[in-house]
């Protein structure tokens, strides 16, 4: 497992802690959860994007979808 540090100011520190605290989550778990989730967002959004702009709607298979997001990744 990895480990990844970054520098916050006092208040975000205060802010961070005591939400995770409120959800009785640690911070390692908050962060990286929302973490994942931003990155799936934006995936889906480029997914979206990419099927307005094809030719029309058709059908994908599962394989295909699979294809594409390990492309993305």
Same mark, same amino acid.
């Given at each position: 497992?990895?480990?990844i540090s970054f520098y916050l100011d006092s208040q975000d520190e205060?802010?961070?802690?005591n939400y995770a605290k409120s959800k009785n989550i640690s911070v390692s778990s908050f962060?990286? $959860?929302i973490a994942?989730? +931003?990155i799936e967002d934006d995936i889906d959004n480029l997914l979206y994007?990419?099927?307005?702009q094809g030719?029309?709607?058709?059908?994908? $298979?599962l394989d295909e979808? +699979?294809?594409?997001?390990?492309?993305?990744?």
């Open positions: 497992m990895a480990t205060r802010l961070i802690k962060l990286r $959860s994942v989730e +931003r994007e990419k099927a307005i030719n029309g709607s058709h059908d994908i $298979s979808v +699979r294809d594409e997001l390990d492309q993305l990744c």
